[in-house]
């Protein structure tokens, strides 16, 4: 709930479980324990999204389209390859393929932007986002609270 790094506990917390540090655990019943933060030092948070910067007040950021696996079927289809000869000539197991076809996994950059290349159609939209700035009138860390509270001050 934080966002602290730090050594993780499944809890519920309002019906929900959530991933929380152990200072939030003591908001909810905790399920199990995480051997570590599930971002610490993997890829998984940038799976199907990938930042840049452009300059110090914005972050490029690269993100697949909605609808890449039609997009992808239907282009392959076209071209008359079967999943398998489509697989074996972009490198990949036909089970990614498949599952990549049919919406359950989303490739992340570097696959979609091979498979663009190979389809000869766009897959990755890039997008300028200016930073939230946001203005503390207490001390402490920035909780999900103070972004709502924001946005809709924001949304009068």
Not at 33 to 50: D, F, Q, T, V
Not at 53 to 65: L, T
Not at 98 to 126: H, M, S, T, W, Y
Request: proline residues 3%.
């Amino acid at each position: 709930m934080c966002g602290k790094l730090a050594p993780l506990a499944v809890a519920e917390i309002e019906g929900i479980e959530l991933n929380v540090c152990s200072n939030c655990s003591g908001f909810g019943k905790v399920i199990r324990r995480l051997s570590s933060h599930p971002l610490k030092g993997h890829s998984e948070s940038k799976r199907n999204m990938e930042m840049k910067k452009a300059s110090d007040d914005e972050e490029i950021k690269e993100m697949i389209v909605d609808d890449y696996a039609e997009t992808i079927k239907r282009k392959r289809e076209s071209m008359n390859l079967t999943q398998e000869q489509f697989a074996k000539k972009i490198n990949v197991r036909e089970s990614l393929l498949q599952n990549i076809e049919c919406g359950k996994f989303v490739p992340q950059i570097d696959l979609a932007k091979r498979l663009e290349k190979e389809l000869n159609l766009k897959l990755v939209e890039e997008y300028k986002e200016a930073p939230i700035i946001q203005e503390r009138k207490s001390s402490g860390p920035l909780t999900i609270g103070d972004i709502i509270k924001k946005k809709f001050e924001l949304s009068k």
